[in-house]
């Protein structure tokens, strides 16, 4: 087998600091799973994941929830790219099953302006959902556009740039096992691809 010279990644050199670090976000996972589980008591759940940011997070959310679970994803986008909302948001991708009579929660990466999940509570409450609630791991300690209600929190955080653990820049990132701050010399002079 022929062997390479390994190529080194070092996302670490990007990072300002660590905001979460692993064990804290596994900690806190465990913790919302708990409430979940005993907030529904004995239901059945629909969690639907707002693709692509929230996928590490359900997915370990959903093994720390003991209640009979089916899983859905949406796509919305709000960045045209790069660090700060566009305002417009799109849903790109929608849910394959109906979600009428049945008990929901939106899980969301991060709630920044709050446009993102204002666009898709309104859509999804237009389907009958028996309950809807949010559940979002980070919150941005800023004044929000759109006042949305986060039933489940993760963490509440600094208004800056994050990435890991889902969360990505230009795509990238995403596999972090972390929550960090992303050096703004990263964003700034370039033109990144979206982000969802
Ligand atoms: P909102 O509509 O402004 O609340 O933005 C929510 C969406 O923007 C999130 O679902 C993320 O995909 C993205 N987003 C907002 N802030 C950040 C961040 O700090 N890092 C990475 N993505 C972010
Ligand atoms: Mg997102």
Same mark, same amino acid.
């Given at each position: 087998?022929?062997?390479?010279?390994?190529?080194?990644?070092?996302?670490?050199?990007?990072?300002?600091?660590? /905001? *979460? @670090?692993?064990? &804290?976000?596994?900690?806190?996972?465990? =913790? %919302?799973?708990?409430?979940?589980?005993?907030? #529904?008591? !004995?239901?059945?759940?629909?969690?639907?994941?707002?693709?692509?940011?929230?996928?590490?997070? /359900? *997915? @370990?959310?959903? &093994?720390?929830?003991?209640?009979?679970? =089916? %899983?859905?994803?949406?796509?919305?986008?709000? #960045?045209? !790219?790069?660090?700060?909302?566009?305002?417009?948001?799109?849903?790109?991708?929608?849910?394959?099953?109906?979600?009428?009579?049945?008990?929901?929660?939106?899980?969301?990466?991060?709630?920044?302006?709050?446009?993102?999940?204002?666009?898709?509570?309104?859509?999804?409450?237009?389907?009958?959902?028996?309950?809807?609630?949010?559940?979002?791991?980070?919150?941005?300690?800023?004044?929000?556009?759109?006042?949305?209600?986060?039933?489940?929190?993760?963490?509440?955080?600094?208004?800056?740039?994050?990435?890991?653990?889902?969360?990505?820049?230009?795509?990238?990132?995403?596999?972090?096992?972390?929550?960090?701050?992303?050096?703004?010399s990263i964003y700034t002079n370039s033109a990144p691809a979206a982000g969802t």
């Amino acid at each position: 087998m022929p062997v390479s010279v390994p190529t080194t990644w070092n996302p670490q050199d990007d990072i300002e600091c660590v /905001l *979460v @670090d692993a064990e &804290r976000l596994r900690n806190r996972v465990r =913790e %919302l799973g708990d409430e979940i589980t005993r907030d #529904y008591g !004995g239901r059945s759940l629909v969690l639907i994941g707002v693709l692509k940011g929230a996928v590490t997070f /359900l *997915v @370990d959310l959903a &093994r720390e929830i003991r209640l009979p679970l =089916e %899983l859905d994803f949406v796509a919305a986008s709000s #960045y045209a !790219g790069g660090t700060e909302t566009s305002g417009a948001v799109r849903i790109r991708k929608d849910l394959d099953d109906s979600i009428e009579g049945k008990d929901v929660i939106i899980v969301e990466d991060i709630v920044d302006t709050g446009l993102t999940l204002q666009r898709l509570i309104g859509t999804l409450a237009g389907r009958k959902p028996a309950s809807l609630r949010v559940c979002g791991l980070l919150v941005k300690d800023r004044p929000r556009t759109e006042q949305v209600d986060v039933k489940y929190v993760g963490f509440e955080i600094p208004d800056r740039f994050v990435v890991g653990y889902g969360l990505d820049y230009a795509e990238r990132y995403r596999n972090l096992e972390f929550i960090g701050v992303l050096r703004p010399s990263i964003y700034t002079n370039s033109a990144p691809a979206a982000g969802t």
